[in-house]
């Protein structure tokens, strides 16, 4: 399993179909939960306008169902110690929304557990809602001496939370199959205070500091040491202190004493604990900040791919969304997969890519999008919204964000600055997965002018007739003044022809094109230049 991938389909079914037992190396996991409420994807607005629009991506779907119960009632029939954790929480919680969850989670965790490899890791990212229960369940599948922290990370400043403490923080379960784990050490830096203490240099400019090697306090047999006509106790055995001594590395206080000598530049730093509170959040202003309402810091990531994998390792996220976690560990030269339920996410990820693949990108396989006309009717008779989604990706545009009012007409839209001011244009799609007539173009006709768009785009499933065409045709031509360039106002396209590569006549927007917020380039020229395969041999 050596390519990068990207699976839209509900992520239990692609690990059972298409993911083999003991091929992973790391996962890490962000699974949502928001009882009673809407997932909803935010974009920041590139046309000029500060208010932030949103996109209803899936709606909560953890409710105690028919599906809920049938999956409760699979795991009670395998039994075992997930099927005893079930049962005990079903009688403590009886048949809610949190029940739903855990029977959701419960046979993803199982599974994440058979693909992962033995020397793999496990994290879960969670909150207080939620994060004791996923615990007992963690510890059910992968054994409880396997639980090797939970990870408190402060994740924003402080809250004002009526009648209780301020709740800024999430909670990350770190779990392993067995007692031999990758495992690359990470320290965070000294404080001022430590650093200070250093004030002494040697011969060779390098800082050092003394440190007690006494162990005054403790019982037990001591040693006289040349410098000290005293018997005393020390922390080192005889031979040790005759070492540092051959090495010049103890220092002999006014009173001879004796104490060791430590270099600033030998202390990588201080061990990394649970507590990170050294990761702020994205901010407003942040350059990989893609409005994405749980995204999280790629300096998160990036410390926990670091941590329990290696180059050319691979790493799981079965949640994936907006891609954090993918986007890091291409940029560290891990391979990946990703795993989502919509295709807003696979499309939002393929942007956060791009500058750092650029043509590499179409390198990367999406496993369960449709690649033919009868595919993409199978998936429009299945989901309206996510027909329409994986259409408007075929073209780089994302779907209309909700606005005061009914956006009638308007299923997708593209931002490009125009002409010597770079005033903010946009290109309005259309997508339409059943009957369509000359009718639909005449009102898309009409929602341009409404919108005084630029260009207009109807995608159809179906073959468009004659009168549509030539409906399309009178709408006449839009002049770009970036390349002095005309383009057709209103065009029409099928499904067939974009999968088969059909490029719509619009402006250069490779160059220009502001519809997704994409963080800023990161990798290395080596990385950029290199293939997306990547080599597992030493720098």
Same mark, same amino acid.
């Given at each position: ?233 020390? +922390? ?72 329990? @994998? ?97 956006? +009638? ?40 002018? +409404? ?28 002049? @770009? ?59």
């Amino acid at each position: 399993m050596n390519e990068n991938l990207l699976y839209y389909g509900d992520n239990l079914d692609i690990m059972h179909r298409y993911l083999d037992k003991e091929s992973v190396d790391l996962v890490y996991l962000d699974p949502p939960f928001k009882s009673n409420q809407d997932y909803n994807v935010l974009f920041a607005e590139q046309d000029g306008t500060r208010a932030a629009s949103q996109i209803k991506a899936f709606a909560d779907t953890w409710r105690w169902d028919e599906a809920a119960t049938a999956s409760y009632f699979q795991i009670m029939r395998k039994g075992g110690k997930v099927a005893e954790a079930m049962r005990a929480f079903h009688t403590f919680l009886g048949e809610n929304d949190m029940m739903a969850y855990l029977a959701m989670m419960a046979p993803r965790l199982v599974a994440l557990r058979r693909i992962l490899k033995p020397t793999g890791s496990i994290y879960l990212h969670c909150d207080s809602t939620a994060s004791h229960y996923l615990k007992l369940l963690m510890d059910a599948i992968f054994g409880p001496k396997n639980f090797r922290n939970e990870i408190v990370w402060k994740r924003t400043s402080a809250h004002n939370d009526p009648r209780r403490f301020g709740a800024n923080v999430d909670t990350i379960l770190f779990y392993t199959v067995s007692d031999t784990w990758i495992w690359n050490s990470v320290y965070s830096a000294h404080s001022k205070e430590y650093v200070a203490r250093f004030r002494h240099k040697d011969t060779e400019g390098r800082h050092w500091a003394d440190f007690d090697l006494s162990a005054k306090g403790l019982t037990g047999g001591g040693y006289e040491y040349k410098y000290k006509k005293a018997k005393s106790l020390w +922390r080192c055995p005889i031979e040790t202190m005759r070492r540092y001594d051959k090495e010049g590395r103890l220092h002999i206080t006014k009173t001879g004493g004796i104490r060791l000598k430590r270099y600033l530049d030998e202390t990588p730093g201080v061990v990394l604990q649970c507590l990170w509170d050294d990761i702020p959040p994205i901010n407003s202003q942040a350059g990989e900040r893609l409005g994405y309402p749980t995204q999280k810091p790629e300096a998160l990531l990036q410390r926990i791919i670091e941590v329990s @994998s290696n180059k050319g390792d691979l790493v799981l996220d079965p949640f994936c969304g907006c891609g954090t976690a993918i986007a890091v560990a291409q940029r560290l030269k891990r391979r990946w997969i990703g795993i989502d339920i919509t295709h807003l996410a696979i499309t939002l990820i393929k942007q956060r890519l791009r500058p750092n693949l650029g043509k590499r990108l179409k390198q990367i396989k999406v496993v369960g999008e449709p690649v033919s006309l009868a595919d993409a009717r199978a998936l429009a008779e299945q989901d309206k919204f996510q027909f329409q989604c994986w259409a408007l990706g075929l073209v780089d545009a994302r779907p209309a964000e909700p606005k005061k009012g009914a956006d +009638r007409g308007i299923d997708g839209r593209r931002f490009f600055p125009e002409g010597k001011k770079r005033a903010t244009e946009q290109i309005i799609f259309s997508v339409k997965g059943g009957h369509v007539s000359v009718k639909d173009v005449r009102d898309l006709r009409g929602v341009i002018e +409404r919108e005084a768009a630029a260009i207009g785009v109807l995608i159809s499933l179906e073959e468009p007739t004659e009168p549509m065409r030539k409906e399309a045709l009178a709408a006449g031509y839009y002049h @770009s003044d970036y390349r002095d360039t005309d383009h057709r106002k209103l065009q029409v396209c099928t499904i067939e022809e974009l999968l088969e590569g059909k490029q719509l006549d619009l402006p250069p927007l490779a160059q220009v094109n502001t519809t997704f917020k994409v963080a800023p380039k990161t990798r290395s020229d080596e990385e950029v230049n290199g293939s997306l395969e990547f080599d597992d041999s030493e720098d």
